[in-house]
Nanobody
């Protein structure tokens, strides 16, 4: 069973940038699609970016043009580069397969505030 460990979150001012990492214990190429999800308090979990095993990407409208998902298959790591951060991006960020699997990592908290 793959284990997922997210990192890279923190406190950033509006307009700032962060790069999140998701290290998987297994071979991410074995999954057809990986994604970054986020969940803010009181909100439902939202899928914000996906990447397929052949490198195709897709984004939620709310982050399109600001976030970039990528993967390093040799390191079994998925990244989320976040630029132009807004207060509404504040949330816990998690990676998982798409559709999501049963096991979730602890996530990494992103707080966008001045």
């Amino acid at each position: 069973q793959v284990q997922l460990v997210e990192s890279g979150g923190g406190l950033v001012q509006p307009g700032g940038s962060l790069r999140l990492s998701c290290a998987a214990s297994g071979n991410i190429l074995s999954f057809r699609r990986m994604g970054w999800y986020r969940q803010a308090p009181g909100n439902q979990r939202e899928l914000v970016a996906t990447i397929t095993s052949d490198g195709s990407t897709n984004y939620a409208d709310s982050v399109k043009g600001r976030f970039t998902i990528s993967a390093d298959n040799a390191k079994n790591t998925v990244y989320l580069q976040m630029n132009g951060l807004k207060p509404e991006d504040t949330a816990g960020y998690y990676c998982n397969t798409v559709p999501w699997g049963a096991v979730w990592g602890k996530g990494t908290l992103v707080t966008v505030s001045s």
